[in-house]
């Protein structure tokens, strides 16, 4: 029982390149999310999914766009990387928006 | 606008020597309100809910306790384990879709 699983763990990426972030759930959850954790701000919410088919924006979207592949998976993606990204990834599921979420183990990104 | 305030930023311990750490909120209607542990390079780990003023929860050593307008978790006779830090979120939005966090608590206990 793997929970949410991310990918990769680490990544370098040079200013405007791009990526996608991808995570996993195999906890059959309906919900998804998309979390950044920078030092000393907490973790503040990019994206979220609340149930297959649907997207919705966060308090820090700018510069990210996700895709919420099938139930298990939620990716997310970064067109143009800026050195303000640099950050932890953190993606999670809960069952619904109501309830706990969990959390994977992280993508730490540094753009230079 | 919604927000959470986590003090202290950081708290070190004796081993046995019990505290708590406070978690206070401002938020349109709370829906619940969560406590996380988080060890250093790994994802947050859930701990507890809490739905309403008076509720309380207990693992272990730790006690978590809801007003409405902050949340405590108590940490009774710690060991060096318990070492990490503490996350506070609430759940937010108009239809409890958002999980707005405090900055944390980092917690260390020395033998």
């Known amino acids: 029982n793997a929970g949410v699983t991310q990918t990769p763990k680490f990544q370098v990426l040079k200013t405007g390149q791009s990526m996608t972030l991808q995570c996993a759930q195999d906890?059959?959850?309906?919900?998804m999310y998309w979390y950044r954790q920078d030092p000393g701000m907490g973790l503040r919410l990019i994206y979220y999914s609340a149930s297959e088919g649907t997207t919705d924006k966060g308090e820090v979207p700018n510069g990210y766009n996700v895709s919420r592949l099938n139930k298990r998976e939620f990716s997310l993606r970064l067109e143009s990387a800026a050195p303000s990204q640099t950050s932890v990834y953190f993606c999670a599921s809960s069952e619904t928006v109501n309830t706990e979420a969990f959390f994977g183990q992280g993508t730490r990104l540094t753009v230079v | 606008e919604d927000q959470v305030t986590q003090s202290p930023e950081a708290l070190r311990l004796q081993e046995g020597e019990s505290s708590s750490l406070n978690c206070s909120y401002t938020?349109?209607?709370?829906?619940?309100l969560f406590w996380y542990r988080q060890d250093p390079g790994k994802g947050p780990e859930f701990l507890f809910t809490?739905?309403?003023a008076g509720e309380e929860k207990e693992k272990e050593r730790l006690k978590a306790t809801l007003t409405k307008k902050e949340s405590f978790l108590h940490i009774t006779a710690p060991k060096p384990e318990d070492s990490a830090t503490y996350l506070c979120a609430v759940q937010a939005g108009e239809y409890g879709n958002k999980l707005v966090f405090g900055a944390g608590t980092i917690l260390r206990v020395k033998s």
């Open positions: 938020v349109s209607g709370l829906r619940g």
């Open positions: 906890m059959n959850h309906n919900s």
């Open positions: 809490l739905y309403s």
